[in-house]
């Protein structure tokens, strides 16, 4: 079983100010990880998923992470954020050796981007 | 390319009553999973379908269910609503069943409200 522990429920910054959101995971077994953003009255869409290989991941939006194994974590980060980056942020987690559905979510961190 | 449709996007129901939500999938995409998201609990998954079966199932009463057409498009249905079932309820959408590290796409959901 896997569970992810999102440390910070709400995360206030200014705009063009840096964020990391923090996401750690507990597995027993190897797992993918992925970071996904939820708009006001929208679903979920991918920010990006770690996979293999280089432990520094991008994606959209400027958005990156870095995967740490030794210390099971998986925060977001983006150097410069905007306005329109307000929104909620999910880190999940899926087995390697299982299906695509079975996505762990955490229970979220809202960002609220100010001026 | 479409991405996945859910209908209705906000239901009201009472007590009691019985709920079928719709779902149709990005096209080409043959894995359809739902998750129920609420304040409380965060989003859980529900029930996985792929070729009309269902593969794989969260922990929820047997009231919940689901089942899977053959052009993909999916549906679920919770019967005897209780208040607690209040949430939205969002469909994604997967190229790959049976890959973990494949890209679920989400629906925007159907807010459902049981009073």
């Known amino acids: 079983a896997q569970s992810v522990t999102q440390l910070d429920s709400q995360v206030p910054v200014f705009e063009e100010a840096p964020v990391e959101l923090r996401c750690n995971y507990s597995?027993?077994?190897?797992?993918?990880l992925f970071w996904y953003v939820q708009y006001p009255n929208q679903g979920l869409q991918l920010l990006l998923k770690y996979l293999s290989g280089s432990t520094l991941v991008k994606g959209i939006n400027g958005f990156e992470a870095e995967f740490n194994k030794s210390q099971t974590s998986f925060h977001l980060r983006k150097p410069s954020v905007h306005i329109s980056d307000t929104a909620e942020y999910f880190c999940a987690v899926s087995d390697r050796a299982g299906t695509a559905s079975k996505l762990t979510f955490g229970t979220g961190t809202r960002l609220q981007v100010t001026l | 390319k479409a991405g996945v449709t859910q209908t209705p996007r906000y239901l009201i129901k009472t007590r009691g009553q019985q709920v079928t939500l719709s779902c149709s999938p990005i096209s080409g995409h043959r894995s359809v999973s739902w998750y129920q998201q609420t304040p409380g609990q965060g989003l859980q998954f529900l029930f996985e379908y792929f070729s009309e079966t269902q593969r794989n199932k969260g922990n929820f009463p047997g009231r919940f269910s689901g089942r899977q057409f053959s052009n993909s498009r999916s549906e679920m249905n919770v019967s005897t609503l209780e208040l607690g079932d209040s949430a939205l309820y969002l469909c994604?959408?997967?190229?790959?069943?049976?890959?973990?590290?494949?890209?679920?796409?989400f629906g925007p959901g159907t807010r459902l409200t049981v009073l």
């Open positions: 597995s027993s077994v190897s797992v993918y």
């Open positions: 994604a959408s997967s190229r790959n069943p049976g890959l973990a590290a494949d890209t679920q796409y």
